[in-house]
């Protein structure tokens, strides 16, 4: 059988600093090496994106000699850290950009959901940004209607969808662009990790829906996830992507504790500080975990409350700006908490002056059981069309807690460890 997507030797070198190809005498020395038929001389030279480390070459490589095969009706997951290659290798596929070197064949039409408002326009209604992305897909008008009521049931924002989507919340928006990604029958489907931002009722539809369109309808799929969890229920095989290369495929139980077991080395502490990156529109300059007193600590107890403190630099104002966090349990690599500055009236992003701010998080007592968790940091707009360059942390902190004060102590199985009210209607 013939693969639904192969890819050979793809890579892709980013220059980084101002945008732009260099400088002249870099195109100039492009332009003569192509005239006599050799190659690109800045494709000899780079690092890998290692985004830790400061390096001294102005070239890295997003994805390095990548290799794969993806056969039809396949569910592959995706995983590996922030930077490490992931959204680069989609969007090739999704063709938002191109590679530096290599090919990807492939067969048949491709559905991207890579990021919040992928494909809408905002100043379109829900209505007619579905017609405007079954165009795009290449779909006929009548097709497009056969699929329209199915698309807005499941997206269960009918009330909304004749209205503008630049007012729609970014949860309304993910729904919204996962259906017509999903129902316009794309041969490949592509889905980034913007799910996460969707409620959990909503990430089990997708992800029954994406079961459902391998399965029955024999449809390719895609999934970038840093829920363990959902890359188990949906995919078969796994890959593990590392500063743009490969270093683990297979079966996605094996590949899995691969990767769980790199996160063990990862050696975060109770506080990131992060060197300043004037290229950035919106930056997280320094994070840590705090008690009451403000003592900074990586070991708390159930009883006690846990500040988390985030310094974060504005150079330039972003509309619809949002932070997202989640608390990653570390032996299993499962969410178990998952907050949105947009979960409460009023965005605190949308009203923070230009400059340096602090922002403070509570996580109240009695909310986590005992255990080891991640800090999971991460920034977004409602208003992706417009090229803000917005930071993109990832896991930032790690920390412990421990559950002295019950009977359950620190072996009782459970993920949460508040105290409930036991009460007598007798009594």
Known sequence: MKPAIKIENLSKQYRLGLVGTGTLSHDLKRWWYL???????????????????????????????????VMPGEVLGIIGKNGAGKSTLLK??????????????????????????????PELTGRENIYLNGAILGMRKKE???????????????????????RYSSGMTVRLGFAVAAFLEPEILVVDEVLAVGDAEFQKKAIGKMQDVSRNDGRTVLFVSHN??????????????????IIEKGLVGEVINHYLACMEDMGLGA??????????????LYACLTDENDNIKQHFSCDEDIIIKQKVIINKKIPGLY?????????????????????????????????????????????LGFGEYLLYVNYASNFSFKSFNVDSPGYIIEFSLTDSATQRGNNRNGYLSTILEWNSLSL
Not at 37 to 55: A, F, H, M, Q, V
């Open 35 to 69: 005239l006599r038929g050799k190659e690109d001389p800045y494709l000899k030279i780079g690092e890998i994106n290692d985004r830790s480390t400061k390096g001294s070459s102005e070239y890295v490589w997003a994805l390095k000699d990548i290799n794969l095969e």
């Open 92 to 121: 090739i596929l999704s063709k938002v950009t191109g590679p530096t070197t290599g090919t990807i064949d492939y067969k048949g039409r491709i559905g991207s959901l890579l990021e919040v408002g992928t494909g809408f326009h």
């Open 144 to 166: 497009i209607d056969r699929k329209f009521d199915e698309i807005v049931d499941f997206s269960g924002v009918e009330r909304y969808i004749d209205t503008p989507t630049k």
């Open 228 to 245: 363990m969890g959902s890359i188990k229920r949906l995919c078969k095989k796994a890959i593990v992507l590392n500063n743009g290369n």
């Open 271 to 284: 506080e990131k500080v992060l060197p300043l990156d004037t290229n950035k529109d919106f930056q997280l």
């Open 323 to 367: 932070g997202f966090l989640k608390i990653v349990k570390k032996s299993t690599d499962e969410d178990i908490l998952i907050s949105d500055s947009n979960d409460i009236e009023g965005n605190l992003f949308d009203q923070l002056p230009s400059g340096e701010n602090t922002i403070k998080i509570r996580l109240p007592k009695r909310i």
